[in-house]
């Protein structure tokens, strides 16, 4: 069984910078997993921010970037906002219709 | 604008069927496929699996294969997840999200603001 893995959570400082990190349980993750990023807040749907690695959707705040970091998919937070408290999820593509949702990650700022 | 507008919360019984839709808006709806995610109560998500309205071509994530059911109607810009015979843990959110492929990749765009599944004896 495919495992995505995602730090369980961090914390962060307004107006500092972190990294999310994905892992997948097949080996290194590289641009042909199409690494997507997600968004949710308590209470709300799921909200879209990064596609296929590092490209973003039009409502995605510019500091928020995607990247590819030692075999990990990456999300990065510059300059975070107390509205970006709320947990981050990956999603990985293994191909067909195999995608995997990354157990997520819960992000505090304090 | 583009929407996905799901239907109510639900309260079913053990063993009982149930059928959620999902009904697209404001974009050629046979031309993008729909997924599925459920989110068991203060849990992750899950990818359920995925159609695509224009002919019906429906594929499942391992996990759930044989244990729901995803259809379209395209006549009525809707998409449905349905079971036979519901179990306690099947209680969850459950989204439905509209795939976007593009020359950049691949992406969960839009998403439903989720159906409630309640199952309790």
């Known amino acids: 069984q495919t495992v995505v893995t995602q730090e369980p959570s961090l914390t962060v400082s307004p107006g500092g910078t972190v990294t999310l990190t994905c892992a997948s349980s097949?080996?290194?993750?590289?641009?042909?997993?199409?690494p997507n990023w997600f968004q949710q807040k308590p209470g709300q749907a799921p909200r879209a921010l990064i596609y296929s690695t590092s490209n973003k959707h039009s409502w995605t705040p510019a500091r928020f970037s995607g990247s590819l970091l030692g075999g990990k998919a990456a999300l990065t937070l510059s300059g975070v906002q107390p509205e970006d408290e709320a947990e981050y999820y990956c999603?990985?593509?293994?191909?067909?219709?195999?995608?995997?949702f990354g157990g997520g990650t819960k992000l505090t700022v304090l | 604008e583009v929407q996905l507008v799901q239907s109510g919360a639900e309260v079913k019984k053990p063993g009982e069927s149930l059928k959620i839709s999902c009904k697209g808006s404001g974009y050629s709806f046979t031309s993008y496929w729909i997924g599925w995610v459920r989110q068991m109560p203060g849990k992750g998500l899950e990818w359920m699996g995925i159609?695509?309205?224009?002919?019906?071509?429906?594929r499942y994530s391992p996990s759930f294969q044989g244990q729901v059911t995803i259809s379209a109607d395209k006549s009525i810009s809707t998409a449905y997840l349905q079971w036979s015979s519901l179990k306690a843990s099947d209680t969850a959110m459950y989204y439905c999200?509209?795939?976007?492929?593009?020359?950049?990749?691949?992406?969960?765009?839009?998403w439903g603001q989720g159906t409630l599944v309640t199952v309790s004896s």
């Open positions: 159609i695509y309205p224009g002919d019906s071509d429906t």
């Open positions: 097949t080996g290194a993750v590289t641009s042909g997993y199409y």
């Open positions: 999200v509209r795939r976007f492929k593009t020359v950049a990749g691949t992406t969960l765009d839009y």
């Open positions: 999603l990985l593509y293994y191909g067909g219709a195999h995608w995997v």
